[in-house]
T-cell receptor, first 111, second 113 residues
Framework: AQRVTQPEKLLSVFKGAPVELKCNYS??????LFWYVQYSRQRLQLLLR??SRESIKGFTADLNKGETSFHLKKPFAQEEDSAMYYC?????????????FGAGTRLAVHP | EAGVAQSPRYKIIEKRQSVAFWCNPI?????LYWYQQILGQGPKLLIQ????????DSQLPKDRFSAERLKGVDSTLKIQPAKLEDSAVYLC???????????FGPGTRLTVL
């Protein structure tokens, strides 16, 4: 079964501390993984995708197929990073891609 | 470019009533999605359209939910009759490229009393 697990509902850190938001997935093929973010009173939006292998707003995520993980990391958290983060997996269904989301982790960065 | 538009933004109804939501995707986007997001959970795909055809409605409760996308542009999602457990945010998203990035609307928050 295709599934995305985000074990932490809330991650609370102080400004300047490192951040790691955990994501594990279950998928039988070659997955495409994403992180979406929702800031307060804003729409859900794409933060980054694993195939791009880029850093967005200081965040990076590496796909580890052996551990079936796609953790989101940032070395120094900022207050503006406070938001809801969703890990998502894209898998084929009927020949078309569909996104499967995790339950989300709320990141709270305190001054 | 203009984003995905949804209306209404909020709706409160009583159980057994009917409700409809509207979505206007980004111009030119062929793929349109409706998600249900219950409080504390991630978005769950209800139905996916490619132009005006349904490609995935496996998680749509078809006894009470229906959706259409006439002319391959706007879409409506209807619930008839509503149940208490339908209280959720209903998100519409669209996609128009090969990179699989979905663009989301602001959502409609439905409360069923």
């Amino acid at each position: 079964a295709q599934r995305v697990t985000q074990p932490e509902k809330l991650l609370s850190v102080f400004k300047g501390a490192p951040v790691e938001l955990k994501c594990n997935y279950s998928y039988s093929g070659s997955p495409e993984l994403f992180w979406y973010v929702q800031y307060s009173r804003q729409r859900l939006q794409l933060l980054l995708r694993h195939i791009s292998r880029e850093s967005i707003k200081g965040f990076t995520a590496d796909l580890n197929k052996g551990e079936t993980s796609f953790h989101l990391k940032k070395p120094f958290a900022q207050e503006e990073d406070s938001a809801m983060y969703y890990c998502a997996l894209s898998g084929l269904s009927g020949g078309y891609n569909k996104l499967i989301f995790g339950a989300g982790t709320r990141l709270a960065v305190h001054p | 470019e203009a984003g995905v538009a949804q209306s209404p933004r909020y709706k409160i109804i009583e159980k057994r009533q009917s409700v409809a939501f509207w979505c206007n995707p980004i111009s030119g986007h062929a793929t349109l999605y409706w998600y249900q997001q219950i409080l504390g959970q991630g978005p769950k795909l209800l139905i996916q359209f490619q132009n005006n055809g349904v490609v995935d409605d496996s998680q749509l409760p078809k006894d009470r939910f229906s959706a259409e996308r006439l002319k391959g542009v706007d879409s409506t999602l209807k619930i008839q009759p509503a149940k208490l457990e339908d209280s959720a945010v209903y998100l519409c998203a669209s996609n128009g490229n090969s990179y699989n990035e979905q663009f989301f609307g602001p959502g409609t928050r439905l409360t069923v009393l």
